[in-house]
């Protein structure tokens, strides 16, 4: 991207933070479908890697399902960054009354023994309001990763604005980030990771949807490592308000093998449940990049 799109892109996005929150719901509602529905329509690339991502994902769905799936997706995934831009001014009733989670149990019943707990998500639904809605609604703080972002000042924007939620936000990239969290986790902290597409090309491989892909093995070491309890946990919209969650049961470490063995063993595992409820809710994956290694091949040209 030259200097000139990253100023773009970064004005765009403070455009939105600034403007959208003040609209009032319905209309921020049907703006985010409008401008869906337009770029669908508009075939980008992000769109044809979508529907190509998912006809993994449903592989017997004929082209015009396909193409449904792939609108759906694209209103998903703007109606995640409409509630983005409107979290900082929702009041802490209204994070409340906006998510409900299946099974919490899981995760309150891990932070009340102090193991500290490792959460892993894929891109599904919107993540961050499942955030805030631990932050306020739960009342526990935890610690994330972002990706660093082109410009450095849209980087900024995101992370002022997840710390503004209560979340404590560290760089993907630098080093540091691991032993953070680890110490966040000894402590008895909470750490939540977006662990379904490896951004570091070193990621330890999996069978998604029948195909050999990457995902991070970070969740799976910080739970070996400090003896945390990682659990898997998915999100989907239906049709209301309010987003859906569901806690899985504990990815437990192995009783035998190398620590990158039993990392594999356990990312493993997070990759089926989070293949479990990418299935039940294919509309709510927001995976517009390649995953699979197949896509990955340089052969096959530049990301889509």
């Not at 630098?174 to 939540?192: E, K, M, P, Q």
């Amino acid at each position: 991207m030259t200097a000139v799109g990253e100023r773009l892109t970064d004005a765009l996005y403070g455009l939105g933070w600034s403007a959208v929150k003040k609209l009032p719901e319905p209309v921020a509602a049907g703006l985010g479908r409008r401008i869906a529905d337009t770029a669908w329509k508009r075939r980008g690339k992000g769109v044809l890697r979508l529907e190509a991502n998912l006809a993994r994902v449903v592989p017997d769905a004929s082209p015009e399902r396909l193409a449904e799936l792939s609108r759906a997706g694209m209103r998903s995934y703007m109606r995640y960054w409409m509630e983005s831009f409107r979290l900082p001014a929702w009041s802490g009733p209204r994070v409340a009354e906006a998510v409900d989670v299946k099974d919490l149990h899981y995760l309150t019943d891990g932070l009340s023994a102090g193991r500290g707990v490792v959460l892993a998500l894929p891109h599904l639904a919107n993540w961050d309001l499942a955030g805030v809605w631990v932050t306020r609604a739960l009342g526990v703080p935890f610690t994330t990763v972002a990706e660093r972002l082109k410009p450095e000042t849209l980087y900024d924007r995101f992370v002022a604005y997840r710390e503004s939620l209560g979340m404590e936000v560290l760089p993907h990239t630098g080093g540091a980030a691991f032993g953070t969290l680890a110490r966040r986790l000894r402590a008895g902290g909470l750490v939540c990771l977006v662990a379904d597409r490896d951004l570091s090309s070193s990621g330890t491989e999996v069978t998604f949807f029948g195909e050999t892909a990457r995902m991070p093995a970070g969740p799976a070491m910080l739970a070996q490592h400090t003896g945390a309890l990682l659990l898997p946990a998915t999100l989907w919209y239906d049709d209301t308000p309010v987003m859906k969650g569901r806690v899985h049961p504990p990815v437990d470490v192995p009783p035998t093998g190398t620590r990158a063995e039993k990392a594999a063993v356990m990312t493993q595992a997070l990759a089926d449940a989070f293949a479990s409820g990418i299935a039940d809710h294919p509309e709510d994956w927001h995976m517009l990049q390649r995953l699979w290694l197949a896509d990955l091949d340089p052969a096959k040209g530049p990301e889509a």
